[in-house]
């Protein structure tokens, strides 16, 4: 028998550099009750211990951070208030752990009020397929610019059935910075 506290437990997700400092955006469902996080950079071979600079229940957002000891490339973050219905998105992240992988799809509606129990209602609603690992990571429209955060699907089998959401990135700016 194995005593409780001896269990270990692994999560998964997705995020992405904002700062060439190593400030990084994610879900905060990603990292809570976390006693240590790693973050693989795409073409790097490291490692890197990540500390959480803060984070936001109701958005369900975290900021952390890794000391790379050289500049990062940050992602170019897009206006999510002028996306429309019918443009194209693009989900990046790590589904069920297989690392860059990128799903192709459209905005499907905006606004969506999908959670009663959440604070913050108005996602991005995307048939771009995103799974279990995906949380976290940019949705992206064809320029390659930031338009919301990849948080949640709605699911009767626990994979994606082209029902996604992210978060805005007008919002995913304000809760950065306040962070």
């Known amino acids: 028998i194995v005593p409780p506290q001896a269990l270990r437990r692994e999560a998964s997700?997705?995020?992405f550099v904002v700062d060439r400092n190593g400030y990084i955006v994610t879900n905060n469902h990603v990292v809570e009750n976390a006693d240590r996080i790693t973050v693989k950079l795409q073409g790097d071979p490291t490692e890197y211990r990540a500390k959480v600079i803060g984070t936001d229940v109701e958005s369900d957002l975290a900021v952390i951070k890794i000391d790379a000891h050289h500049p990062l490339q940050a992602v170019t973050i897009g206006n999510s208030d002028a996306v429309q219905v019918g443009d194209?998105?693009?989900a990046i992240?790590?589904?069920f752990t297989l690392e860059e992988s990128v799903t192709l799809?459209?905005?499907s509606a905006l606004g969506r009020d999908i959670d009663p129990t959440r604070g913050f209602q108005d996602f991005i609603q995307t048939d771009?397929?995103?799974n279990p690992g995906n949380s976290g990571g940019p949705l992206v429209n064809?320029?390659?610019e930031v338009i919301g955060?990849?948080?949640?699907?709605a699911t009767s089998r626990g994979g994606s059935e082209g029902v996604g959401f992210a978060l805005p990135s007008t919002m995913v700016v304000r809760?950065?910075?306040d962070i």
């Open 13 to 15: 997700g997705t995020g």
């Open 88 to 90: 194209w998105a693009v």
């Open 93 to 95: 992240g790590s589904p």
């Open 105 to 107: 799809g459209i905005v």
């Open 128 to 130: 771009a397929a995103i």
């Open 142 to 144: 064809i320029r390659g």
């Open 149 to 153: 955060v990849n948080t949640m699907i």
């Open 175 to 177: 809760v950065y910075n």
